[in-house]
């Protein structure tokens, strides 16, 4: 059974800083490829960022390049998503997922089989 449990999120101002950790109980947690989605209120959930197995590839959603890095610590079973100066417009249940690829960076979230439960990010003005 996988297990990704999403940590971090909170009640921050525009312009500060959050970082998100998603832990897996994976057995072989480098043969995954990991990414970060969000569900803003009232709206679809979107991709955000997204990371291969090694680290070596990421991709990000336009909304957030330059200001968010996702990361992994494969030892840890951990990746991560660094969010720098936050926006309102950030505001959403952020979700990990985990899919087992060796290559390439999925971008779309059927294309992952396994979710967290979410974690909740508000950024007011």
């Known amino acids: 059974q996988v297990q990704l449990v999403e940590s971090g999120g909170g009640l921050v101002q525009a312009g500060a800083s959050l970082r998100l950790s998603c832990a897996a109980s994976l057995r072989t947690f480098s043969g995954y490829a990991m990414g970060w989605f969000r569900q803003p209120p009232g709206k679809e959930r979107e991709f955000v960022a997204a990371l291969s197995w090694s680290g070596s590839t990421t991709s990000y959603a336009d909304s957030v390049k330059g200001r968010f890095t996702i990361s992994r610590d494969n030892a840890k079973n951990t990746v991560y998503l660094q969010m720098n100066s936050l926006k309102p417009e950030d505001t959403a249940v952020y979700y990990c997922?985990?899919?087992?690829?060796?290559?390439?960076?999925?971008?779309?979230?059927?294309?992952?089989?396994?979710w967290g439960q979410g974690t909740q990010v508000t950024v007011s003005s």
């Open positions: 997922a985990a899919v087992r690829r060796w290559a390439g960076v999925p971008l779309t979230s059927d294309e992952y089989n396994y």
